[in-house]
């Protein structure tokens, strides 16, 4: 596989920084969507192929590779299959970045994180469900410091998730949180936490002169917006579009697009492969 070319201009900029200075290269990836596939039911979402054995090879050659998900980061690397003893400059932040998981496993939750408000929300829910006579096949899944209702497995998904979103909404504000809107889910989450702001911090941290991200769905539009406001910094910055017909935001900003889980890991390893 030969590296493929991004459409932009600042796109194909950014490949040349990473291969010209990958020291001080930041690789940010989503995992649901983008390193696995989406999937039914949420705790069988493996990993692609190759996907855990391309991060830690990145990790040899570039400045940091993070894995930015919703999913608690205890969940996102024990699918990954990540150990205890990985490379120091990896590292896995769950919940939008309230959470960190650093490369010796251990967790750390954002100290300003209340969780009185997602425990009203997790206790009020199921009722709220009930009133708003949502139908069979809608899911909730419990994240410990959020909650994502699924509705993929509904009979008209599209319809289960315009019926619950304004309900869901108004219940998050209620108690202090944010609705995330996803491919067909809908998260109640803590605010003041996105992905843009997670990789912000991360871009600083390692003094990044370039940092990719490859992300699926909507909530990867904040990070998006974050790779924007580096390139006005003079942060060389390179979008990837993990392709989905669910979801055109991401396919019209992004600078490359791969076709699936499996397309970018290939792309990941001749990456690594190429700064080996």
């Known amino acids: 596989m030969v590296l493929?070319?991004?459409?932009?201009?600042?796109?194909?900029?950014?490949?040349?920084?990473?291969?010209?200075?990958?020291?001080?290269?930041?690789?940010?990836l989503d995992y649901d969507g983008t390193l696995?596939?989406?999937?039914?039911?949420?705790?069988?979402?493996w990993p692609a192929s190759g996907a855990t054995d391309a991060v830690r090879r990145l990790c040899r050659s570039v400045g940091g590779v993070a894995i930015v998900t919703g999913r608690p980061a205890p969940v996102a690397a024990s699918l990954l299959g990540l150990s205890a003893?990985?490379?120091?400059?990896?590292?896995?932040?769950?919940?939008?970045?309230?959470q960190r998981r650093s490369s010796d496993g251990e967790v750390e939750v954002a100290k300003w994180f209340d969780a009185r408000q997602i425990d009203a929300v997790r206790g009020r829910l199921p009722a709220l469900l009930r009133e708003v006579e949502a139908p069979p096949g809608v899911a909730v899944e419990d994240k410990g410091e959020s909650l994502a209702v699924h509705v993929r497995r509904t009979a008209n998904p599209d319809d289960a998730f315009a019926r619950l979103?304004?309900?869901?909404?108004?219940?998050?504000?209620?108690?202090?949180?944010?609705?995330?809107?996803?491919?067909?889910?809908?998260?109640?989450?803590?605010?003041?936490?996105?992905?843009?702001?997670?990789?912000?911090?991360?871009?600083?941290?390692?003094?990044?002169?370039?940092?990719?991200?490859?992300?699926?769905?909507?909530?990867?539009l904040a990070a998006y917006d974050a790779l924007d406001r580096l390139r006005d910094e003079?942060?060389?910055?390179?979008?990837?579009?993990?392709?989905?017909?669910?979801?055109?935001?991401?396919?019209?900003?992004?600078?490359?697009?791969?076709?699936?889980?499996?397309?970018?890991?290939?792309?990941?390893?001749?990456?690594?492969g190429t700064l080996a």
């Open 165 to 220: 979103r304004e309900p869901l909404a108004t219940l998050a504000a209620k108690h202090g949180l944010r609705l995330e809107p996803g491919r067909m889910v809908l998260e109640l989450r803590p605010d003041g936490v996105d992905k843009g702001v997670a990789i912000g911090q991360l871009s600083r941290e390692f003094a990044a002169s370039t940092v990719c991200y490859a992300g699926d769905d909507l909530g990867d």
């Open 85 to 98: 003893d990985e490379p120091t400059n990896l590292v896995v932040l769950g919940h939008y970045g309230l």
């Open 234 to 272: 003079g942060v060389a910055a390179l979008k990837i579009c993990v392709g989905s017909d669910e979801v055109s935001q991401l396919h019209d900003r992004a600078d490359l697009v791969v076709a699936g889980p499996n397309e970018l890991v290939a792309l990941l390893q001749e990456l690594a």
């Open 4 to 28: 493929p070319q991004p459409a932009t201009t600042a796109g194909r900029d950014a490949l040349r920084s990473l291969l010209s200075v990958p020291a001080r290269a930041l690789i940010c």
């Open 36 to 45: 696995a596939a989406i999937v039914d039911v949420p705790e069988q979402a």
